[in-house]
């Protein structure tokens, strides 16, 4: 393969940068009440964290500081996310507030659990995290454009919530901080000494 230019070198963790860089414009959008804007800006936000992976992947320009970026960019709009919703729509957290309850701690609580163990973020990037987290983008974006979805709302709840919990076993089975995990699966097989 050709070697990358060294101007798009940089591309990948720049955009997860303007991801992380518009995570306080949400808030701000959420708080003064702008839904519209708030609602555009979240998805061309989605679609960032989607790009700036295939772009580290096909352009071989995947690193630690990367896959940081990267995980500090989703933390950040999960939480974003949270506020919008709040703001805009709290009667569907309060109608549902168990599961949702349930997830944040979850979502939220994981990089903490990774900071005391390893002194950050994890930044595993779980097959099941990335599924979680487009169903959570999508669940929201289908809220923010056409309405609540009770069904996507559940979907999206329980698979953040086994991936999370898929997380946290890892957290506890690895030793050390390690970028891009696939998932338990494959951390079980690798200690049995079976081939990937």
Request: with cysteine.
């Amino acid at each position: 393969m050709r070697e990358t230019p060294a101007r798009l070198r940089h591309l990948p963790n720049a955009i997860s940068l303007l991801r992380i860089c518009a995570a306080p414009v949400l808030v701000v959008l959420a708080v003064h009440g702008a839904e519209r804007a708030f609602a555009w800006l979240f998805i061309v936000a989605l679609l960032s964290d989607i790009v700036d992976g295939y772009l580290a992947r096909r352009l071989q320009l995947t690193s630690v500081l990367g896959a940081m970026l990267d995980s500090i960019g989703d933390l950040l709009l999960f939480l974003v996310a949270v506020v919008g919703i709040w703001c805009f729509h709290a009667g569907l957290l309060l109608q549902h507030r168990p599961a949702c309850v349930l997830l944040v701690m979850l979502w939220a609580g994981e990089p903490l659990v990774a900071i005391a163990r390893y002194g950050r973020i994890s930044s595993f990037h779980t097959y099941a995290s990335k599924v979680a987290a487009y169903l959570l983008g999508l669940m929201t974006g289908v809220l923010f454009v056409w309405g609540p979805s009770t069904p996507l709302l559940y979907l999206a709840i329980t698979v953040g919530v086994v991936a999370s919990l898929e997380e946290l076993l890892l957290i506890g089975l690895l030793p050390t901080w390690r970028a891009n995990v696939k998932g338990l699966y494959w951390v079980l097989r690798e200690a049995r000494g079976d081939s990937p």
